[in-house]
Protein backbone atom coordinates (compact mmCIF):
# COMPACT_ATOMS: atom_id res chain seq x y z
CA UNK A 1 0.00 0.00 0.00
CA UNK A 2 1.91 3.30 -1.11
CA UNK A 3 -0.68 5.89 0.57
CA UNK A 4 -3.84 5.64 1.92
CA UNK A 5 -5.71 6.24 -1.71
CA UNK A 6 -5.13 2.49 -1.73
CA UNK A 7 -6.34 1.65 1.73
CA UNK A 8 -9.29 3.67 0.50
CA UNK A 9 -10.20 1.65 -2.18
CA UNK A 10 -9.57 -1.72 -0.73
CA UNK A 11 -11.79 -0.99 1.73
CA UNK A 12 -14.24 0.06 -0.83
CA UNK A 13 -13.91 -3.03 -3.37
CA UNK A 14 -13.90 -5.17 -0.66
CA UNK A 15 -16.89 -4.28 0.64
CA UNK A 16 -16.47 -3.15 3.91
CA UNK A 17 -18.97 -1.05 6.05
CA UNK A 18 -16.79 -1.13 9.20
CA UNK A 19 -13.58 -1.42 10.41
CA UNK A 20 -11.65 -1.02 13.76
CA UNK A 21 -8.42 -2.29 15.37
CA UNK A 22 -7.63 -1.63 18.46
CA UNK A 23 -8.61 -1.79 22.43
CA UNK A 24 -12.25 -3.16 23.28
CA UNK A 25 -14.09 -0.97 26.00
CA UNK A 26 -17.45 -0.56 26.49
CA UNK A 27 -17.47 2.79 24.83
CA UNK A 28 -16.13 1.64 21.92
CA UNK A 29 -18.93 -0.99 21.66
CA UNK A 30 -21.49 1.78 21.97
CA UNK A 31 -20.00 3.46 19.64
CA UNK A 32 -19.34 1.25 17.34
CA UNK A 33 -23.41 -0.17 17.76
CA UNK A 34 -24.50 3.50 17.34
CA UNK A 35 -22.61 3.53 14.07
CA UNK A 36 -23.84 0.47 12.39
CA UNK A 37 -27.50 0.95 13.75
CA UNK A 38 -27.46 4.34 11.36
CA UNK A 39 -25.52 2.65 8.63
CA UNK A 40 -28.18 -0.43 8.68
CA UNK A 41 -31.17 2.39 8.90
CA UNK A 42 -29.72 4.07 5.44
CA UNK A 43 -29.44 0.87 3.50
CA UNK A 44 -32.70 -0.74 1.44
CA UNK A 45 -32.64 -3.96 3.97
CA UNK A 46 -35.73 -5.53 5.51
CA UNK A 47 -36.67 -4.61 8.90
CA UNK A 48 -35.50 -8.78 10.10
CA UNK A 49 -32.31 -8.46 7.88
CA UNK A 50 -31.66 -5.31 9.68
CA UNK A 51 -32.28 -6.91 13.18
CA UNK A 52 -30.86 -10.26 12.12
CA UNK A 53 -27.27 -8.82 11.38
CA UNK A 54 -27.78 -6.49 14.41
CA UNK A 55 -28.27 -9.06 17.28
CA UNK A 56 -25.46 -11.10 15.27
CA UNK A 57 -23.46 -8.05 15.87
CA UNK A 58 -23.90 -7.36 19.46
CA UNK A 59 -23.11 -11.06 19.76
CA UNK A 60 -19.92 -10.79 18.36
CA UNK A 61 -18.44 -7.53 19.97
CA UNK A 62 -19.60 -8.29 23.39
CA UNK A 63 -17.83 -11.89 23.06
CA UNK A 64 -14.66 -9.33 21.92
CA UNK A 65 -14.87 -7.47 24.87
CA UNK A 66 -15.81 -10.51 27.69
CA UNK A 67 -13.17 -12.87 26.34
CA UNK A 68 -9.68 -10.70 25.81
CA UNK A 69 -7.51 -12.36 28.89
CA UNK A 70 -7.40 -9.36 31.01
CA UNK A 71 -5.76 -11.60 33.29
CA UNK A 72 -2.45 -12.13 30.90
CA UNK A 73 -0.14 -9.82 30.09
CA UNK A 74 0.02 -9.75 26.20
CA UNK A 75 3.38 -7.82 24.62
CA UNK A 76 3.16 -4.33 24.44
CA UNK A 77 2.36 -4.98 20.56
CA UNK A 78 -0.71 -6.54 20.84
CA UNK A 79 -2.16 -5.66 24.71
CA UNK A 80 -5.87 -6.26 24.48
CA UNK A 81 -6.42 -5.67 21.06
CA UNK A 82 -8.89 -6.97 18.55
CA UNK A 83 -9.99 -6.42 15.31
CA UNK A 84 -13.42 -6.20 13.90
CA UNK A 85 -14.89 -5.22 10.34
CA UNK A 86 -18.19 -5.87 9.06
CA UNK A 87 -18.87 -6.31 4.94
CA UNK A 88 -21.86 -6.47 2.62
CA UNK A 89 -20.89 -8.74 -0.51
CA UNK A 90 -22.24 -8.51 -4.04
CA UNK A 91 -25.19 -11.08 -3.34
CA UNK A 92 -26.28 -9.41 -0.06
CA UNK A 93 -25.04 -11.75 2.57
CA UNK A 94 -23.07 -9.57 5.18
CA UNK A 95 -19.92 -10.63 7.34
CA UNK A 96 -18.75 -9.77 10.42
CA UNK A 97 -15.47 -11.04 11.45
CA UNK A 98 -13.80 -10.97 14.90
CA UNK A 99 -9.94 -11.29 15.44
CA UNK A 100 -8.36 -11.63 18.65
CA UNK A 101 -5.42 -13.02 20.69
CA UNK A 102 -5.82 -16.21 22.40
CA UNK A 103 -4.15 -17.97 24.90
CA UNK A 104 -2.96 -21.12 23.40
CA UNK A 105 -3.86 -23.42 26.54
CA UNK A 106 -7.51 -21.88 26.07
CA UNK A 107 -7.70 -22.83 22.04
CA UNK A 108 -8.77 -26.66 22.41
CA UNK A 109 -11.77 -25.80 25.05
CA UNK A 110 -12.95 -23.45 22.88
CA UNK A 111 -12.25 -24.95 19.31
CA UNK A 112 -14.42 -28.12 20.64
CA UNK A 113 -17.26 -25.82 21.60
CA UNK A 114 -17.29 -24.59 17.92
CA UNK A 115 -17.04 -27.60 16.39
CA UNK A 116 -19.57 -29.47 18.80
CA UNK A 117 -21.68 -26.11 17.29
CA UNK A 118 -20.95 -26.34 14.12
CA UNK A 119 -21.90 -30.11 13.97
CA UNK A 120 -25.68 -29.40 15.34
CA UNK A 121 -28.64 -28.65 13.11
CA UNK A 122 -31.34 -25.68 13.54
CA UNK A 123 -33.52 -28.13 16.23
CA UNK A 124 -30.10 -29.02 18.09
CA UNK A 125 -29.06 -25.66 18.77
CA UNK A 126 -32.49 -24.53 19.96
CA UNK A 127 -32.11 -27.28 22.43
CA UNK A 128 -28.68 -26.89 23.42
CA UNK A 129 -28.89 -23.43 23.71
CA UNK A 130 -31.89 -24.26 26.13
CA UNK A 131 -29.76 -26.88 28.03
CA UNK A 132 -27.00 -24.59 28.63
CA UNK A 133 -29.09 -21.90 29.42
CA UNK A 134 -30.86 -24.30 32.27
CA UNK A 135 -27.42 -25.60 33.59
CA UNK A 136 -26.77 -22.26 35.20
CA UNK A 137 -23.30 -23.32 34.91
CA UNK A 138 -21.49 -19.98 34.57
CA UNK A 139 -17.35 -19.37 33.06
CA UNK A 140 -15.00 -16.99 34.97
CA UNK A 141 -15.25 -14.25 32.12
CA UNK A 142 -19.53 -14.17 33.76
CA UNK A 143 -21.36 -15.94 30.68
CA UNK A 144 -22.45 -19.36 30.46
CA UNK A 145 -21.18 -19.54 26.96
CA UNK A 146 -24.32 -19.32 25.09
CA UNK A 147 -22.85 -16.44 22.94
CA UNK A 148 -21.53 -18.74 19.76
CA UNK A 149 -24.74 -21.16 20.33
CA UNK A 150 -26.51 -17.45 19.62
CA UNK A 151 -24.69 -16.61 16.87
CA UNK A 152 -24.89 -19.76 15.08
CA UNK A 153 -28.51 -19.77 15.86
CA UNK A 154 -29.48 -16.35 14.56
CA UNK A 155 -27.10 -16.54 11.32
CA UNK A 156 -28.61 -20.24 10.52
CA UNK A 157 -24.86 -20.97 9.38
CA UNK A 158 -21.74 -22.50 10.17
CA UNK A 159 -18.95 -20.48 12.10
CA UNK A 160 -16.08 -20.29 10.21
CA UNK A 161 -12.82 -19.83 12.56
CA UNK A 162 -9.24 -20.32 13.03
CA UNK A 163 -6.18 -19.96 14.87
CA UNK A 164 -3.07 -18.93 13.93
CA UNK A 165 0.12 -19.38 16.07
CA UNK A 166 1.55 -16.32 17.23
CA UNK A 167 4.03 -17.88 19.63
CA UNK A 168 4.67 -20.17 22.75
CA UNK A 169 1.58 -18.42 24.43
CA UNK A 170 -0.77 -16.68 22.11
CA UNK A 171 -2.67 -17.34 19.14
CA UNK A 172 -4.32 -14.97 16.99
CA UNK A 173 -8.36 -16.03 16.88
CA UNK A 174 -10.44 -15.35 13.71
CA UNK A 175 -14.26 -16.03 13.19
CA UNK A 176 -16.30 -15.17 10.58
CA UNK A 177 -20.02 -15.00 10.53
CA UNK A 178 -21.86 -14.54 7.64
CA UNK A 179 -25.78 -13.74 7.30
CA UNK A 180 -27.53 -14.28 4.06
CA UNK A 181 -30.74 -12.24 3.16
CA UNK A 182 -33.33 -15.25 3.88
Do not use: W
Amino acid sequence: MRDIHDFYNMMEDGKIMLSFNGEVTSDLLTSILQIMESKMENLDESPKIKKKVYNILVECLQNLYHHIDEDDTLTAANEKTALFMIRKNEDGEYSIMTGNYIANENIHLLKSKLDKINSMDKEELKDYYKEVLNNGEMSSKGGGGLGMIDIARKSGKKLDYNFKNVDERFSFFSLIVKISQN
